[in-house]
């Protein structure tokens, strides 16, 4: 494995990546920054290991939805705006049409 990062700046390039090379996994980041300068929370990251490199994508919200991805964003009780778990997981299996690609979540502390 190595340390280089690369940034894709669409899904239709992560997602002709990730067909290409054919990753063993996809590790995703629900990410609630509440230092945003905007009152928009919740963003989406994608990161796919490959040998070469790491393979970084970065979805934002436009409207209910992700901009890219067109993951929807749900709100819960209280107004505040998330992205389901199982729609990323549903989301990546269909667009890359890979049953067996493991779908993992990365948390950080």
């Known amino acids: ?15 002709r990546v990730a067909v ?3 990753p063993d996994s996809i590790v995703y980041n629900i990410e609630q920054n509440g230092l945003s300068s905007t009152k928009e929370l919740t963003s989406l990251r994608l990161i796919m290991p490959c040998i070469k490199a ?3 994508f970065l979805d934002f919200p436009k409207g209910e939805e992700l901009r890219e991805t067109h993951i929807p964003l749900r709100k819960d ?3 505040n705006r998330y992205i389901e778990e199982k ?3 549903d989301f990546l299996k269909s667009q890359l049409k890979r049953e ?3 779908i993992c979540s990365y948390w950080t502390i």
């Open 1 to 15: 494995m190595t340390d280089n990062v690369v940034r894709i700046k669409s899904w239709e390039e992560f997602k």
């Open 100 to 102: 067996d690609l493991t």
């Open 54 to 56: 790491y393979y970084v």
């Open 87 to 89: 729609d990323v997981k």
């Open 20 to 22: 290409e090379l054919k």
């Open 77 to 79: 009780k209280k107004g």
